[in-house]
């Protein structure tokens, strides 16, 4: 809701000091705290979570490098090591790879199976079909490959002795090309009667491959051997090629290279084939094979930023350099990235982080140096925080919307109603209240709502207040009246008592004197209070102990018995009004006799003090409510125990006189009853 802004500027508005700023500076600060403490708390967490990152990043650093050298120490990384040229060869076709071992005994099914189980050299197919070509690391072990796998094979059935026709039985045929050459071999399965444990197992006899029927006068390969195995319906096959090329360069000067360069350029296809059949159950060139354990394997273990490169030891050679992968698919924002980077760590945490190990393997000593990048922390914690900061942002906007929910609905309306609160009470006490209170008005801030109501409240509580002005000024307007009238009526016989009374020896002259200048007071002012405030006293030089003695000696003509004084040895000068003073003391009196105990004397006292000099009245009675003691001097406030027909103002003329004069004027229940005590300024000698 608008609150429209009140016009003021034909009004006398009151500057208002900082305490009436309080709860708004208050309420925003606690907002601005809001939202520096909801920032700093997210710099806070941002830099301990900085910290805690580059410390997790040490310690999974001195992890990952240790999982690497375990790795790379494992027959698998080793085969790895060994092949890391071909590790961008396609899978398929096949060629061998250098094997972590000098040879495979594969005459035994259970070692050439657990040997390519611990190289992870068998390349995977989607059938569940596997397959390992390689080489043993040391020539002089033979010149052969060597072929491990298994495939799902069904029963085998087997060629009986003398046996041409090889469709009917199950048979391996596989093709070696390099060096421009192909050789192709064919070998049936030939079971033997002690299958031991195996449900199935006999010899894959090579042949040179001319078909699927064999010559009568064929005979086997020299050095080429075969097993199969059968478990169930899954068959294991292990097969070890002679490579006269390689056997030949044993005997060569100089001693050969081992492995030969070209060793990627070999190609090996096996295939299986079933009886009746001539579509492979087993292919190894099948599509979607996936490739055995390589370096590139290593860096799906690396954080990006981190760098994994290999060497040969004593060398320059390098054999690998794999870095983890970036993540491209999170992004971050710039400046957080900036700020997260400013963020202070403790010293030592933002040091390089590099690591080196030794490789020991059979064909030589690798060094593999891993480092690692600290400010990859910093993006990846930039891209956490670019997350987080969603969350920040909501929270800062949800303390913005309540602060201009409160703002705008609450403290701006509250601003407007302490103006018009403050000009309301400013302008009461203006001398021209009946015409500017008019232009006082707070009745469009009215609403439902609780500074509605409290508008509304004022807006009744301003409207009385007018209405309390008008009858004042009717009433201030038929005092002044009355007062003119009464002023007119005494003046002329009391200038007939001068006369009658006009000897200063005579008692009455002196009280006749104060009737007439309380009249010249009070003839044609607008109120008792206003005249009082109006009155001018002539101050002079007066004995205070010689007053009191004589307001003491004639109180009993103004109807006050059992006044006592006793009179001091010495005159005490003080500057007063012998008449104004004389009536304060007359109004007191006239106070305390109406108010004490029956019988009882009222009690005058003059002592000094300094500069000063004190005279107390006291009487004995009744006290004084508490809450009066402070008001009892206000125009109009009267005790309302005592007799009616009391207006209320000769105390107040005895205050306004002692001001005039200099002194004050005070009231204490004290010693059973009531003192009151004038202070005045002593003459000086």
Same mark, same amino acid.
């Given at each position: 809701?608008?609150?429209?802004?009140?016009?003021?500027?034909?009004?006398? /508005?009151?500057?208002?000091?900082?305490?009436?700023?309080?709860?708004?500076?208050?309420?925003?600060?606690?907002?601005?705290?809001?939202?520096?403490?909801?920032?700093?708390?997210?710099? /806070?967490?941002?830099?301990?979570?900085?910290?805690?990152?580059?410390?997790?990043?040490?310690?999974?650093?001195?992890?990952?490098?240790?999982?690497?050298?375990?790795?790379?120490?494992?027959?698998?990384?080793?085969?790895?090591?060994?092949?890391?040229?071909?590790?961008?060869?396609?899978?398929?076709?096949?060629?061998?790879?250098?094997?972590?071992?000098?040879?495979?005994?594969?005459?035994?099914?259970?070692?050439?199976?657990?040997?390519?189980?611990?190289?992870?050299?068998?390349?995977?197919?989607?059938?569940?079909?596997?397959?390992?070509?390689? /080489?043993?690391?040391?020539?002089?072990?033979?010149?052969?490959?060597?072929?491990?796998?298994?495939?799902?094979?069904?029963?085998?059935?087997?060629?009986?002795?003398?046996?041409?026709?090889?469709?009917?039985?199950?048979?391996?045929?596989?093709?070696?090309?390099?060096?421009?050459?192909?050789?192709?071999?064919?070998?049936?399965?030939?079971?033997?009667?002690?299958?031991?444990?195996?449900?199935?197992?006999?010899?894959?006899?090579?042949?040179?491959?001319?078909?699927?029927?064999?010559?009568?006068?064929?005979?086997?390969?020299?050095?080429?051997?075969?097993?199969?195995?059968?478990?169930?319906?899954?068959?294991?096959?292990?097969?070890?090629?002679?490579?006269?090329?390689?056997?030949?360069?044993?005997?060569?000067?100089?001693?050969?290279?081992?492995?030969?360069?070209?060793?990627?350029?070999?190609?090996?296809?096996?295939?299986?084939?079933?009886?009746?059949?001539?579509?492979?159950?087993?292919?190894?060139?099948?599509?979607?094979?996936?490739?055995?354990?390589?370096?590139?394997?290593?860096?799906?273990?690396?954080?990006?930023?981190?760098?994994?490169?290999?060497?040969?030891?004593?060398?320059?050679?390098?054999?690998?350099?794999?870095?983890?992968?970036?993540?491209?698919?999170?992004?971050?924002?710039?400046?957080?990235?900036?700020?997260?980077?400013?963020?202070?760590?403790?010293?030592?945490?933002?040091?390089?982080?590099?690591?080196?190990?030794?490789?020991?393997?059979?064909?030589?000593?690798?060094?593999?140096?891993?480092?690692?990048?600290?400010?990859?922390?910093?993006?990846?914690?930039?891209?956490?925080?670019?997350?987080?900061?969603?969350?920040?942002?909501?929270?800062?906007?949800?303390?913005?919307?309540?602060?201009?929910?409160?703002?705008?609905?609450?403290?701006?309306?509250?601003?407007?109603?302490?103006?018009?609160?403050?000009?309301?009470?400013?302008?009461?006490?203006?001398?021209?209240?009946?015409?500017?209170?008019?232009?006082?008005?707070?009745?469009?801030?009215?609403?439902?709502?609780?500074?509605?109501?409290?508008?509304?409240?004022?807006?009744?509580?301003?409207?009385?207040?007018?209405?309390?002005?008008?009858?004042?000024?009717?009433?201030?307007?038929?005092?002044?009246?009355?007062?003119?009238?009464?002023?007119?009526?005494?003046?002329?016989?009391?200038?007939?008592?001068?006369?009658?009374?006009?000897?200063?020896?005579?008692?009455?002259?002196?009280?006749?004197?104060?009737?007439?200048?309380?009249?010249?007071?009070?003839?044609?002012?607008?109120?008792?209070?206003?005249?009082?405030?109006?009155?001018?006293?002539?101050?002079?030089?007066?004995?205070?102990?010689?007053?009191?003695?004589?307001?003491?000696?004639?109180?009993?003509?103004?109807?006050?018995?059992?006044?006592?004084?006793?009179?001091?040895?010495?005159?005490?000068?003080?500057?007063?009004?012998?008449?104004?003073?004389?009536?304060?003391?007359?109004?007191?009196?006239?106070?305390?006799?109406?108010?004490?105990?029956?019988?009882?004397?009222?009690?005058?006292?003059?002592?000094?003090?300094?500069?000063?000099?004190?005279?107390?009245?006291?009487?004995?009675?009744?006290?004084?409510?508490?809450?009066?003691?402070?008001?009892?001097?206000?125009?109009?406030?009267?005790?309302?125990?005592?007799?009616?027909?009391?207006?209320?103002?000769?105390?107040?003329?005895?205050?306004?006189?002692?001001?005039?004069?200099?002194?004050?004027?005070?009231?204490?229940?004290?010693?059973?009853?009531?003192?009151?005590?004038?202070?005045?300024?002593?003459?000086?000698?």
């Amino acid at each position: 809701m608008k609150v429209p802004d009140f016009e003021l500027s034909k009004l006398a /508005v009151p500057k208002l000091g900082l305490a009436s700023f309080r709860r708004r500076i208050v309420f925003r600060a606690t907002f601005l705290f809001l939202v520096i403490a909801t920032l700093a708390l997210a710099v /806070v967490l941002l830099k301990e979570e900085k910290q805690r990152s580059y410390r997790n990043y040490q310690d999974g650093f001195r992890k990952t490098q240790a999982e690497i050298a375990a790795k790379l120490r494992h027959p698998s990384g080793q085969l790895a090591l060994l092949n890391a040229g071909s590790a961008n060869a396609p899978v398929t076709p096949l060629h061998p790879l250098v094997l972590p071992y000098g040879a495979i005994d594969f005459d035994d099914p259970n070692k050439a199976q657990q040997a390519v189980e611990m190289a992870g050299c068998s390349v995977h197919y989607p059938n569940g079909s596997m397959v390992c070509v390689g /080489v043993g690391n040391n020539p002089y072990a033979g010149g052969f490959i060597y072929i491990v796998g298994s495939f799902d094979s069904g029963e085998l059935v087997g060629r009986a002795r003398g046996m041409l026709d090889l469709t009917e039985v199950h048979r391996a045929r596989v093709r070696l090309t390099m060096r421009g050459q192909t050789t192709r071999w064919i070998a049936p399965f030939e079971p033997l009667p002690d299958a031991g444990a195996w449900g199935a197992r006999g010899r894959l006899t090579g042949f040179v491959d001319t078909g699927e029927t064999l010559a009568a006068n064929a005979r086997p390969v020299r050095d080429f051997r075969g097993w199969l195995w059968q478990d169930g319906e899954r068959s294991f096959f292990s097969i070890r090629l002679p490579i006269d090329v390689f056997r030949e360069e044993l005997f060569r000067k100089p001693r050969p290279a081992w492995p030969p360069k070209d060793l990627a350029n070999v190609h090996v296809h096996v295939e299986m084939l079933a009886p009746g059949s001539t579509e492979p159950v087993f292919d190894s060139n099948a599509p979607n094979a996936k490739r055995p354990f390589s370096l590139h394997a290593v860096g799906e273990t690396l954080l990006p930023g981190e760098t994994l490169r290999i060497v040969k030891a004593g060398t320059a050679e390098e054999i690998a350099t794999v870095s983890g992968a970036e993540d491209a698919t999170e992004r971050s924002l710039p400046w957080l990235t900036r700020l997260i980077r400013r963020l202070p760590v403790d010293e030592g945490y933002d040091a390089p982080v590099a690591g080196r190990e030794i490789i020991s393997t059979p064909v030589g000593k690798y060094e593999a140096s891993l480092t690692g990048d600290a400010s990859s922390i910093d993006r990846n914690l930039s891209v956490v925080a670019t997350r987080m900061s969603w969350f920040v942002a909501a929270m800062l906007g949800a303390i913005a919307a309540a602060w201009l929910v409160i703002e705008i609905g609450l403290i701006r309306r509250i601003v407007v109603l302490t103006k018009r609160a403050a000009a309301v009470s400013y302008n009461v006490q203006d001398p021209q209240i009946d015409k500017r209170i008019g232009e006082l008005d707070v009745s469009d801030l009215r609403s439902s709502d609780e500074l509605g109501i409290l508008a509304g409240s004022l807006s009744t509580l301003l409207q009385r207040v007018k209405d309390d002005v008008k009858r004042e000024h009717i009433r201030a307007a038929q005092e002044r009246d009355m007062w003119h009238a009464v002023g007119h009526e005494i003046m002329s016989p009391l200038q007939s008592l001068m006369v009658l009374h006009g000897s200063t020896d005579d008692p009455s002259h002196r009280y006749v004197q104060r009737m007439q200048q309380a009249v010249k007071v009070l003839y044609g002012t607008a109120s008792p209070s206003e005249a009082l405030e109006a009155a001018t006293l002539q101050l002079a030089p007066i004995d205070l102990n010689e007053f009191l003695a004589n307001v003491a000696a004639n109180a009993h003509f103004a109807g006050i018995e059992g006044v006592r004084y006793e009179r001091g040895a010495r005159p005490v000068p003080a500057r007063a009004d012998a008449y104004s003073l004389e009536d304060v003391v007359t109004h007191i009196l006239k106070n305390a006799d109406r108010h004490r105990t029956p019988g009882t004397p009222i009690a005058l006292a003059l002592t000094t003090a300094g500069t000063s000099a004190c005279i107390t009245i006291h009487n004995e009675g009744a006290a004084i409510d508490e809450t009066l003691l402070e008001r009892i001097f206000d125009y109009g406030v009267s005790d309302a125990s005592a007799d009616a027909g009391h207006r209320g103002q000769g105390l107040f003329v005895a205050r306004t006189y002692m001001a005039k004069m200099g002194g004050t004027i005070g009231v204490r229940n004290a010693d059973g009853g009531v003192t009151f005590t004038l202070t005045l300024t002593l003459q000086a000698a």
